[in-house]
């Protein structure tokens, strides 16, 4: 059974930097890439960042790009998000997902995923 294990959330003062772990288990399938979301409350889950397993190729959104690095270790099995420069706007409950072989839609939304994450809180304080 897949697990996404994710770590790293807490508490920040604006302009501060939060590094986000997600590490997975259990799989008996390639995976082609894994991604982060978050849901603030009262808002719907939104894209944030996502990476090629294989390539390495990042996918940011637009409020992620130039402050928010995805990276990964394949032999850790492990990706992880660095956030900079965050501001009260970026807390939410952030999710991990993992693409667990699906070859339809794109890594900028959720029917991409199969697995994810049970969530890590994220609070930025101003």
């Known amino acids: 059974q897949v697990q996404l294990v994710e770590s790293g959330g807490g508490s920040v003062q604006a302009g501060g930097s939060l590094t986000l772990s997600c590490a997975a288990s259990g799989r008996t399938y390639s995976t082609y890439a894994m991604g982060w979301f978050r849901q603030a409350p009262g808002k719907e889950r939104e894209f944030v960042a996502a990476?090629?397993?294989?390539?390495?190729?990042?996918y940011y959104a637009d409020s992620a790009k130039g402050r928010f690095t995805i990276s990964r270790d394949k032999a850790k099995n492990t990706v992880y998000l660095l956030m900079n420069s965050l501001n009260a706007e970026d807390t939410a409950v952030y999710y991990c997902?993992?693409?667990?072989?699906?070859?339809?839609?794109?890594?900028?939304?959720?029917?991409?995923?199969?697995?994810w994450g049970q969530g890590t809180q994220v609070t930025v304080s101003s």
């Open positions: 990476i090629g397993w294989i390539s390495g190729s990042p």
């Open positions: 997902a993992d693409n667990g072989g699906r070859t339809k839609s794109s890594p900028y939304s959720e029917p991409y995923y199969a697995y």
